[in-house]
């Protein structure tokens, strides 16, 4: 059958269904004698009669009533399935791949993945830990997290934390061996666990301001890791002082376990926030992520 005949069909079952050329049009939305037009030149190509049309009512003939047992179950599956297509293009769905660092992660990446998977079971999320500044759009990535100070102008941002502070901390042990410093100048005497980052050109420096006085220094020591979850452990087993994200060791300072130096050195600053380029159209499960991200403190 011609697509043209498919169409005529539909208007065929709407008339026959309805009983009626006037409902039928308003079902359809289009006038009484274009329905007429249709349904003749339908009748003209199939060389039989499908409807029979008095003054008051549109009956179908028997030629007409087997096509609607027919092809009416038929077409309704059709127009079914064409629904539920509807609902899987509206429903969110696909992969999204984020760049980020472990830490994001885990304060505020993971607590909004948890709550947000379950609703949404065709949403898959790719998460590569990379302490480096990526070139999201090299990468292939969707989006990417960082604090707010390192997101590039060119970029959409979307605050998703509040904002972040580092702490110096080291063991008790430690401390009673070496003392504590007063000052960041007083590190350079005092035993410190690196971090190496790819794009800080080498070994990461200790951020301090106070005053409107910025001060970085370089620690020396024994040890070198590449990702944070590793410094922590060194510090709590006494091998030196570590600088990190301030809530991953508010627990162990509040136990004893660790203690805290330099804290009026270690001001607030920016933020996690997603970013992705501008020019990128975001899907319905991106948005859907971005609105589960979002900071609302």
């Not at 993945?113 to 379950?118: F, T, Y």
């Amino acid at each position: 059958m011609p697509r043209a005949d498919l169409n005529d069909l539909a208007t065929f079952l709407a008339v026959a269904r309805e009983g009626s050329f006037t409902k039928a049009a308003a079902q359809l939305g289009v006038s009484q004698s274009a329905l007429s037009q249709t349904l003749r030149g339908l009748e003209a190509r199939l060389g039989l009669r499908l409807l029979t049309r008095t003054t008051r009512s549109v009956a179908t003939t028997e030629a007409g009533e087997r096509l609607l047992r027919a092809a009416g179950p038929r077409v309704d599956e059709i127009e079914a399935e064409l629904a539920a297509l509807s609902d899987l293009r509206d429903k969110p769905s696909g992969t999204i791949r984020i760049t980020t660092h472990d830490h994001a992660v885990r304060a505020v990446l993971w607590p909004a993945l948890a709550k947000l998977l379950p609703e949404y079971p065709d949403i898959k999320v790719e998460i590569v830990v990379e302490y480096g500044l990526t070139d999201i759009v090299a990468g292939r990535y969707d989006a990417g997290i960082r604090a707010g100070e390192m997101v590039g102008k060119d970029m959409i941002a979307v605050r998703i934390g509040p904002d972040l502070r580092s702490a110096v901390v080291g063991s008790p042990g430690y401390f009673a061996r070496r003392g504590k410093p007063k000052k960041p100048q007083d590190l350079t005497e005092h035993i410190g666990i690196n971090l190496r980052l790819p794009t800080h050109g080498g070994l990461y420096a200790w951020e301090f301001a106070r005053g409107g006085r910025d001060v970085r220094v370089r620690v020396d020591g024994q040890l070198v890791f590449n990702s944070s979850p590793p410094l922590l452990d060194a510090a709590l087993a006494g091998f030196g002082l570590a600088y990190l994200p301030e809530d991953d060791v508010a627990e162990h300072i509040a136990t004893g376990r660790l203690v805290r130096v330099l804290a009026d050195w270690c001001p607030p600053y920016p933020g996690y926030h997603l970013y992705y380029p501008s020019r990128r159209q975001p899907t319905s499960a991106f948005a859907v992520l971005v609105n589960a991200l979002r900071y609302r403190g």
